[in-house]
């Protein structure tokens, strides 16, 4: 977003940037105006925002953070720390460091033609700030945060099931504020919602403002009730690793740590392998399916790795990443830091022959599969050499089952699956998800636990057009 004013001869150009990071479906901002710069929720890997102030030539003087996160370490300290920026978090958060403490209606003046206004809006957690960005004009825009979302608005549960109805009311008054302090003009910059599971519900949109909002905002076209009802109601599992995020940022999170991993050779890989450890292969799930090392876990990088492996695998435990190349282990690397993983204990790069140490036996392959296969299968028509199906095992989410799902199978979402192995049904299971990510990671669990398994690496949208039978959403 570019905003100019003129006056007199002298030209001011205010520039909000955004710094996606899609993996976790957040944003991050750098708002400024030539000279100096604010910063809200930076992620842990702050190298991005000092690459792209450098690039833009300005000063970061302000650091903001609407809220302690939830789904990532922040940046934020160690950003303000770099920088000698003043870190501004809301004054009512208990945390173990030194910040500028705001409150509601505190105004921050960034520079002579740019500042901001804290908003006090309570609803994805009790203290939750937005800021309103004010140029020589007026209002630009509003960073949100995990308040007002683009079509939706930030989840209520995160600070636990006993407090969700009582922020949700929350959640609903602060979007009003929101709506009736700024002008339909007014831009919205949100952290989540865009595959963040802090959001209540996901959006597609790339941009909104507060005239957009109040169309598409059930926020702002339902009443307070009727907000809280289909709200709570929507909710669905949030990341394991959330239960650690908030507790980190509280105490301050130090600098990341990128420095390379310690490299296994194929002897270590073997013996992290029998100790049951979680050794991650970042490749794509079609290479992993066409040969693997034996004992590993699918979660591709071509994926959201960084939220099914942080979610599944036990906190603590050692990780071990399995790369092409140095760069693969890199930027997963990158990710898991993000959300608290901080150092793998171990990474290989190559293919999977050079981690099987030559030993052809330790080597292992996936049956992969199509809905139209297990619709063949089902009425009784020869499939290629696929296995037959005595189980079709669903990963998906426990939203997505509701809203229909195929006859006969047997639910078990993803991030339960660890330790629900013993409750997949005996004999040859077939397991899909949307689109195939999930069931990879779930096929190489249940192979790694001896099972036999086929990967339908499928869309779930073309199960019903391949012939295959689906219930009616659950009420």
């Given amino acids: 977003m570019t905003t100019t004013h003129e006056g007199g001869e002298t030209m001011t150009t205010i520039h909000v940037e955004v710094v996606e990071t899609s993996s976790l479906g957040d944003r991050s901002y750098l708002a400024h105006d030539g000279r100096v710069a604010l910063v809200v929720d930076p992620q842990r890997d702050i190298d991005r925002i000092l690459a792209l102030a450098g690039r833009l030539g300005v000063r970061i003087t302000h650091v903001a953070e609407t809220h302690l996160h939830n789904d990532y370490v922040s940046g934020g300290l160690a950003l303000a720390r770099l920088t000698g920026a003043a870190y501004l978090v809301a004054g009512a958060d208990t945390v173990g460091f030194e910040r500028l403490p705001v409150a509601d209606g505190d105004e921050i003046t960034l520079s002579d033609t740019m500042r901001v206004q804290a908003v006090a809006t309570p609803g994805h957690t009790f203290h939750h700030l937005s800021y309103i960005l004010t140029g020589p004009d007026g209002p630009e825009g509003v960073f949100t945060g995990g308040s007002l979302l683009f079509g939706t608005t930030g989840r209520t549960d995160l600070l636990g099931a006993e407090h969700a109805h009582t922020l949700a009311h929350h959640q609903h008054a602060s979007a009003r504020r929101l709506a009736d302090l700024l002008p339909d003009g007014a831009h919205i910059w949100p952290t989540h919602g865009f595959g963040s599971f802090c959001s209540a ?4 949109a790339p941009a909104s403002t507060i005239g957009r909002e109040r169309q598409a905002n059930a926020a702002l ?3 307070a009730d009727d907000f809280v009802s289909q709200t709570l109601a929507g909710l669905d599992a949030y990341p394991a690793y959330y239960a650690h995020m908030g507790a980190r940022n509280g105490g301050g999170a130090d600098l990341i740590d990128l420095t390379p991993v310690r490299a296994a050779d194929a002897a270590q890989l073997r013996e ?111 499939v290629r050499d696929l296995p037959a199906p005595d189980v079709v095992l669903d990963v998906r989410m426990t939203n997505e089952w509701r809203a229909g799902h195929l006859d006969g199978a047997v639910h078990i979402p993803l991030p339960d699956l660890p330790h629900r192995l013993a409750d997949v049904p005996d004999g040859t299971v077939w ?20 099972r036999t398994v086929v990967h ?13 039978t689906i219930t009616a959403p659950e009420n």
Avoid: N
């Avoid at 339908?456 to 295959?468: S, V």
């Fill in 201 to 204: 519900t996901q959006s597609d």
């Fill in 456 to 468: 339908i690496d499928d869309a779930y949208a073309d199960a019903a057009g391949a012939g295959l």
């Fill in 431 to 450: 397991v899909h998800c949307g689109s195939g990510y999930r069931a990879a990671a779930a096929t190489s669990l249940l192979q790694r636990a001896g």
């Fill in 221 to 223: 076209r339902l009443e």
């Fill in 272 to 382: 992290r392998i029998e100790a049951g450890e979680w050794v991650v292969d970042l490749r794509s799930r079609k290479a992993f399916a066409t040969r693997h090392l034996a004992g590993t876990l699918s979660f591709g990088l071509d994926g959201p790795m960084s939220t099914w492996l942080g979610w599944m695998a036990p906190w603590g435990a050692p990780i071990t990443l399995l790369g092409e190349s140095a760069e693969q282990v890199v930027a997963a690397q990158r990710e898991l830091a993000r959300i608290g993983i901080d150092r793998p204990a171990a990474a290989a790069t190559g293919t999977p022959e050079q981690w099987a140490g030559g030993e052809q036996a330790r080597l292992a392959e996936l049956t992969v599969a199509a809905f139209t296969d297990l619709a063949a299968a089902r009425a009784g028509r020869t």
